[in-house]
């Protein structure tokens, strides 16, 4: 049989994209005390659609994970190096 691949998301114009070093912790805001949703994992392709005030708005690539409420994830900037 055939193999499905998970859905990839469609993104205008060409948004930087990273592979993390390591864990990432994923956050549904942009706020250090928000809970961790997840990880980005170690080489996973992840789209940098926003950075704002030393936190990246982040999709990753493929699509094993769903955002939140408000369509986006958030990870730390540095964490990804940038």
Do not use: C, Y
């Not at 956050?27 to 250090?32: D, F, L, V």
Request: hydrophobic share 45%; net charge negative; aromatic share 4%.
């Amino acid at each position: 049989g055939s193999t499905r691949s998970p859905p990839r998301l469609a993104v205008q114009g060409e948004p930087r994209v990273v592979k993390p070093a390591h864990d990432v912790p994923l956050r549904a805001t942009a706020k250090e005390s928000e809970a961790t949703i997840g990880v980005v994992e170690p080489g996973a392709e992840t789209f940098v659609l926003d950075v704002v005030a030393g936190w990246a708005s982040v999709m990753p690539k493929a699509m094993n994970v769903l955002p939140g409420p408000d369509g986006q994830f958030w990870v730390k900037a540095s964490d990804l190096g940038i």
